[in-house]
């Protein structure tokens, strides 16, 4: 195949003038071939599928990304609301498609209705709504003080049940300057409550207040709720310290606990209601939720039923007397069922270029959301020999020429086969190999599948289109082999996990694929942290590094951090003060800082609460003083651990390129100058002036 780009070439392309690149810019819309920064607000992505009891209605919601070149105002991305009917002529038809943003989808008991969370424009909380599959408008249902979380109707639909926090108290003395709060110290934990549809005179009650209630399930009867719940509201005690109570719904007894043994998933009663399937890690130490469990009802005896099994499942549904599982094993992934012991009953045919990520069942209609590397998340439905897709979100990729994407496998230095997932220009590689970039994914509890892997931070398609190999690898830590292979990076921060991504580097140059002193990285939070420490530590194996919300010093992270039960609990193993503290300064980037010479890009949110701003600070002005290294440190100011608006993603995308097209290009040096701060945003944005405010549709 022969690929051609719109974007100026690879070697010294910002050196060119703004000018320059808003004319190459220009002409991109009816000329380019190849996936580009500017399409990403294009990509449509379908999610949060739910099917009616009778199998009759499937909804689920497609993301909208705001498009800043369009015209769009900034913001998150819109979502919009479809419904697919069953039937061999089914055909999604579109709900609901203004800015409201729509989320947790249940349809009613008989499936004429669709209940939804929005917060609309006269709405000042997060509110309950509904619509009839009938057709016609939206209709808000009730609204409480404070926004709603979880919730569930009866399946007469006379009551509603939902978790939130109790108003807090208005303070005067806020309007006259005194805005001091106390850190972790508000109280107000968020409860269960109960209240009558229909009824505008109705109050709310509290069902159950024995801790912190983040989501629960109704059981098909009506007569119980099992209920995740916290100790406090603490994200921390979130991650770690949740179990489940199974509540008696007319007294708000608790009937039984379910001591979970470590991380919580999603979880859901079975049809008779006298299990609970759940998704949980296996102990304390298990640093993910995807091994499935069954608990008994009445004594709350938890069953583990895949402990060893090499997989992570992310999603389940109880299907008759079985569990459905979603689980993926590697790369790839598949739909299995399993029997309440554990033992499997069938493995579902799926095709083999899809990854699947989550399921639904309606009176044996199953419709699931997948991607492939050719497609985003799009709405399929699985008989039992067969999968159907059934939507087509992003019609306009057919005329894009997207790469290649291939499993890349590879054993490192102790032996250990390690996987990951190769992106590279079509044709023979140049003399010397591609230049690569390493995107290294977070946690390190997650991991890559072969699917779509495009996107604002993650490069991509994008990437390749100017002349680049992506590597995505799956180093230890990563979720997807089994808890075993997840646990292998703990008790040893920046050790084997990264020599890993050095030995991938490696075995891709082995493989004359990619030029081995043109090589980038990057990623973000955990990914952030190998950025960094591939920057210092490393810095003779990596050209250039960007950094997005990433980990510079440990010990300060500790301190900073919201999850530092969660860190030593899964990662560290051990406290700070347990022998500690010169391991873990060791293992951070700003130990390392003046063997900096690789280049480096920090970008940081100003609100991020998981890993603060400040670490991006302190490695900054390490390097910064002790070397003479290119170092930039850009902040998004209202951005947490990640970045969420529009203008902010379309920011970091180009400057991700920017920096690596300035010091991979075949002339660079380690002493390259920088690139320009000014990224020339007021050119691209020039449409804005003509068309301000309006909204691109499906």
Avoid: C
């Avoid at 029997?339 to 899809?354: A, F, H, L, M, S």
């Avoid at 992506?470 to 703990?490: C, D, I, L, M, W």
């Avoid at 008790?491 to 694929?513: I, K, P, Q, R």
């Avoid at 670490?615 to 998004?636: A, D, G």
């Amino acid at each position: 195949m022969t690929k051609t780009t719109s974007r100026l070439p690879l070697k010294k392309v910002f050196k060119a003038s703004i000018i320059a690149a808003s004319l190459a810019f220009a002409g991109f819309a009816s000329a380019a071939e190849s996936f580009e920064i500017e399409h990403l607000p294009k990509v449509k992505h379908a999610g949060n599928i739910t099917v009616s009891a009778d199998g009759k209605h499937t909804a689920y919601t497609v993301s909208n990304p705001r498009d800043m070149l369009a015209g769009d105002k900034d913001g998150t991305a819109d979502t919009h609301l479809y419904v697919i009917g069953s039937g061999k002529n089914a055909k999604p038809i579109k709900f609901i498609g203004n800015k409201d943003g729509v989320s947790s989808l249940q349809f009613s008991a008989d499936g004429e209705t669709l209940f939804f969370k929005s917060k609309r424009e006269d709405d000042k909380m997060t509110s309950l709504y509904s619509i009839s599959m009938s057709g016609g408008e939206a209709i808000k249902r009730f609204e409480f003080e404070t926004s709603i979380g979880d919730y569930a109707v009866s399946e007469d639909g006379s009551t509603l049940y939902f978790v939130a926090r109790e108003k807090q108290k208005e303070d005067d003395l806020k309007k006259k300057g005194f805005k001091a709060y106390v850190y972790e110290e508000d109280q107000r934990l968020a409860s269960l409550w109960s209240v009558a549809l229909g009824d505008s005179e109705a109050k709310a009650t509290k069902l159950f207040e024995g801790g912190n209630v983040s989501n629960f399930d109704l059981s098909q009867d009506n007569k119980m709720i099992v209920a995740a719940v916290a100790p406090t509201n603490l994200i921390d005690d979130y991650y770690m310290q949740r179990d489940l109570h199974v509540i008696d719904v007319n007294s708000g007894d608790v009937i039984a606990t379910v001591d979970i043994p470590g991380k919580l998933g999603s979880f859901e009663f079975s049809e008779n209601g006298k299990h609970i399937g759940l998704l949980a890690g296996t102990d304390i130490h298990d640093s993910s939720n995807g091994v499935l469990m069954v608990a008994d009802t009445k004594s709350g005896k938890l069953t583990q039923l895949t402990p060893d099994a090499e997989q992570h499942i992310v999603d389940i549904d109880w299907m008759g007397k079985d569990i459905l599982a979603v689980a993926h094993r590697g790369v790839e992934s598949a739909v299995v069922l399993y029997e309440t012991d554990g033992d499997i009953k069938r493995t579902y045919k799926t095709p083999e270029d899809i990854v699947v990520r989550s399921a639904d069942i309606g009176k044996g209609e199953i419709r699931f959301i997948a991607d492939s590397p050719k497609h985003p998340r799009e709405v399929f439905e699985l008989t039992r020999s067969k999968a159907t897709k059934l939507t087509n979100n992003n019609t306009w990729l057919k005329d894009i020429e997207l790469a290649s994407q291939s499993t890349f496998s590879f054993k490192a230095r102790d032996g250990r086969t390690v996987e990951g997932l190769l992106m590279q220009p079509s044709g023979d590689a140049p003399a010397g190999g591609w230049p690569l970039i390493m995107a290294v994914h977070g946690g390190p509890e997650a991991h890559y599948s072969d699917g779509w892997l495009t996107g604002y931070s993650t490069a991509g398609q994008y990437a390749v289109a100017d002349g680049y190999a992506v590597y995505y690898p799956n180093y230890r830590g990563s979720t997807g082999r089994g808890v075993a292979f997840a646990k292998e990076h703990q008790n040893d921060y920046a050790g084997a996990e990264f020599n890993d991504l050095v030995d991938g580097v490696d075995a891709l140059a082995e493989a004359g694929v990619i030029n081995r002193d043109r090589v980038g990285i990057t990623g973000a939070s955990y990914g952030g942290y190998a950025s960094m420490w591939g920057a210092t530590a490393l810095s003779e194996h990596f050209a250039a590094s960007v950094a997005f919300v990433g980990i510079s010093n440990q010990v300060s992270k500790f301190g900073t951090s919201d999850i530092p039960n969660e860190m030593q609990l899964v990662h560290s193993l051990k406290w700070p003060w347990e022998d500690n503290w010169m391991n873990l300064l060791e293992r951070s980037p700003v130990f390392h800082a003046g063997k900096a010479k690789t280049p480096i890009l920090i970008l940081h949110g100003e609100e991020d609460t998981r890993v603060h701003p400040g670490q991006s600070m302190e490695l900054y002005r390490s390097i910064k003083v002790r070397t003479e290294t290119p170092v930039r440190l850009v902040f998004y100011p209202g951005e947490g651990h990640g970045n969420r608006k529009a203008a902010a993603q379309y920011d970091y995308a180009l400057r991700l390129m920017r920096w690596m097209d300035t010091y991979l290009s075949e002339d660079a040096t380690r002493t390259t100058p920088m690139p320009e701060f000014d990224l020339g945003m007021a050119d691209r944005l020039k449409k804005d002036d003509e068309s301000e405010g309006s909204s691109k549709d499906d």
